[in-house]
């Protein structure tokens, strides 16, 4: 009976020891003891909706504008239809479009100076709109009488196609100015100019 007592307490010695020898091999790896670690389970899985392929995407609306450009004689101006983007600001964005030049392919020619910069433009509930460009505007104007009166009345033609536009006032760098290449008065507000457009052949 005293062997089967002691044998009982042999294995039970055992059993300690082992138990507080996984507890230090837990400590060494973690830095916490036994209490301390915590099992840490894999987030559950979430899925996120895929796009149907194919699926047809809301298209952009556009609006239509007509920009004033030289025609390839440079003694008129003549019309070029472009679909823009509908925004807000549309007389900005149409005017930067004009900036930009005749698309690709035209046959027409640029009316606005290189490097010529839109700064401001505002309408006014009178009809008035006061457009701001860049010194490039002066700076960079290749002169004569003709080509200022097409630069002038591209912009004025341009920007009062809109009903909200009855007459253009011109500023450079926040200033009135009285002429962009010394033939054309701009020091006072302009009306849109007809006599300059070309007139398409029936």
């Known amino acids: 009976m005293r062997a089967g007592r002691y044998l009982a307490v042999a294995v039970s010695l055992l059993v300690v020891v082992a138990v507080a020898s996984g507890c230090g091999l837990v400590d060494r790896l973690t830095g916490k003891s036994q209490s301390e670690v915590q099992v840490q389970l894999p987030p559950p899985e979430t899925t996120t909706p895929a796009t149907e392929a194919g699926a047809p995407q809301e298209a952009t609306k556009t ?22 983007p509908q925004v807000e600001g549309i007389a900005r964005a149409t005017i930067e479009e004009l900036i930009a030049g005749p698309g690709p392919g035209s046959q027409l020619l640029p009316t606005i100076p290189a490097g010529t910069v839109l700064k401001e433009i505002n309408i006014r509930p009178d009809g008035l709109c006061r457009v ?18 097409l630069t002038v009345y591209s912009i004025v033609n341009t920007l009062t196609q809109f009903p909200s536009v009855k007459q253009v006032q011109f500023l450079v760098d926040g200033q009135y100015v009285k002429t962009i290449a010394g ?13 300059l457009i070309k007139k398409e052949a029936r």
């Open 183 to 195: 033939h054309v008065d701009v020091s006072t507000a302009m009306g849109r100019n007809e006599d």
């Open 63 to 84: 609006t239509e504008i007509v920009l004033y450009f030289s025609e390839p004689g440079g003694n008129y101006l003549a019309a070029e239809k472009r679909a823009i």
């Open 132 to 149: 701001d460009f860049s010194k490039e505007l002066v700076a960079n104007h290749s002169g004569g009488s003709l080509g200022e009166s």
